[in-house]
């Protein structure tokens, strides 16, 4: 498994749930044995890597907004504002 099939894994998931946790990510390519994936965040726990997210970033840019606070994506709405990070 590479980047772009995590990304596409990604949007596969987001489009039969309609959100997608950072966490399911995580376990899913910890299962997937894509160690090189991940990558630690400042806090020691595992996080998905860079290169994935720059992957689903390529393929999400202007239909996906990331929710900080409960570290999920979610599919944007006519509220969102530009950017990618979703406003409270």
Not at 55 to 80: C, H, M, N, Q
Request: proline share 3%; hydrophobic share 40%.
């Amino acid at each position: 498994m590479d980047a772009i099939d995590a990304a596409k894994w990604m949007l596969s998931e987001l489009d039969r749930s309609g959100c997608l946790y950072q966490d399911d990510v995580v376990d899913y390519l910890v299962k997937a044995k894509a160690d090189p994936l991940l990558r630690e965040n400042a806090d020691g726990n595992l996080a998905v890597g860079r290169q994935v997210l720059s992957a689903f970033l390529s393929l999400t840019e202007t239909t996906v907004v990331w929710v900080k606070p409960e570290r999920y994506w979610r599919w944007r709405v006519l509220e969102d504002e530009p950017g990618r990070e979703a406003r409270g």
